[in-house]
């Protein structure tokens, strides 16, 4: 019997992934490169750090749209007191306490208020984002510190440290998803949250932290990924939120509720990479990449309604 919450599209996307990253290495060499392979991965280990909370708010029937902007705003702000003069610690630590507060505020409005997540977090999305814009522009194009930049560059045994904590927090989540009581209360919360609540779940406590999480995760994103850009971009974290939504459903999770898995958000992540490089490596415009990423959007949200639909 399949375990509570987990989707049963594992094996099937693992495949899947495979097959398309085999097809990309027969079909242009230059996509098997160890350089190639290994910018894809590092890319992937990045986005899977925001990706982490993300797709526990998904668990409980959620949404945090505002993902994107939190990603540019902590990697911008954390850039921002570095060339202030601060050190590396405490700016990382008042950029992330940032992030948590306003997942924090996500997750009290949602539950106290009982405002929808999509609309409210596209608030926070335009909020969060015109300060990280205005941070970005008040740097005017400044490099960050030197041993900031080398941050994303950091090797444990000739492997990035970002791809570590991937394998271990994904490890981890293998764990937390077969045996934590909290994941069980979650994938409830998310099935039927009024039912939750009458089983005594503190499905509002639950909630908050759910927001938090996802804003802090998605803020060590951005640090690493403002450590990997060396200067402040008005563009980052750019549509990551649609990345994320689009990898978590091809992953398990759902737009309503009640199932998620880490694992498979992870392996959605790394197919919409290596689509997105191999239209690179097929010389297809760069543009078109947005073009491709709502038509996975559109798929596969459809998909997850029909899906659903049957399942009722």
């Known amino acids: 019997m399949r375990r509570p919450g987990f989707g049963s599209n594992i094996l099937p996307l693992a495949l899947i992934t495979a097959a398309v990253l085999g097809f990309l290495m027969l079909t242009r060499e230059?996509?098997?490169?160890?350089?190639?392979?290994?910018?894809?991965?590092?890319?992937?280990?990045?986005?899977?750090?925001?990706?982490?909370?993300?797709?526990?708010?998904?668990v409980m029937r959620e949404i945090d749209l505002s993902v994107g902007s939190v990603f540019a705003l902590t990697g911008t702000m954390t850039g921002a007191l570095l060339v202030a003069g601060w050190g590396f610690w405490p700016a990382a630590a008042l950029a992330l306490a940032v992030a948590g507060f306003i997942g924090f505020l996500n997750g009290f409005l949602v539950v106290r208020f009982n405002i929808n997540s999509l609309m409210l977090t596209i608030g926070t999305m335009l909020m969060v984002r015109g300060l990280a814009n205005v941070l970005a522009n008040n740097l005017g194009g400044q490099t960050y510190p030197r041993a900031f930049r080398q941050l994303a560059r950091t090797n444990v045994f000739d492997v990035r440290l970002t791809?570590?904590?991937?394998?271990?927090?994904?490890?981890?989540?293998?764990?937390?998803?077969?045996?934590?009581?909290?994941?069980?209360?979650?994938?409830?919360?998310?099935?039927?949250?009024?039912?939750?609540?009458?089983?005594?779940?503190?499905?509002?406590?639950?909630?908050?932290?759910?927001?938090?999480?996802?804003?802090?995760?998605?803020?060590?994103?951005?640090?690493?990924?403002?450590?990997?850009?060396?200067?402040?971009?008005?563009?980052?974290?750019?549509?990551?939120e649609f990345v994320m939504v689009t990898a978590a459903i091809i992953g398990g999770a759902s737009l309503y509720g009640g199932k998620g898995d880490l694992r498979g958000s992870a392996l959605g992540l790394l197919l919409l990479a290596a689509v997105l490089n191999g239209m690179i490596m097929y010389d297809v415009e760069p543009v078109f990449q947005q073009f491709v990423i709502g038509l996975l959007l559109i798929v596969t949200v459809a998909f997850d309604t029909i899906m659903n639909r049957r399942r009722g």
């Open 30 to 58: 230059n996509f098997a490169t160890a350089q190639n392979l290994n910018s894809i991965l590092f890319g992937v280990s990045i986005e899977f750090l925001a990706i982490v909370g993300f797709t526990y708010v998904m």
């Open 163 to 240: 791809v570590v904590v991937m394998v271990v927090l994904v490890l981890l989540a293998w764990g937390f998803q077969r045996r934590s009581t909290l994941f069980r209360k979650m994938c409830f919360i998310g099935e039927n949250v009024k039912s939750a609540t009458v089983h005594g779940i503190q499905v509002g406590r639950i909630k908050i932290l759910a927001f938090m999480a996802s804003a802090m995760t998605a803020g060590l994103a951005g640090i690493f990924t403002a450590s990997r850009i060396t200067s402040a971009d008005v563009r980052m974290g750019l549509g990551l």
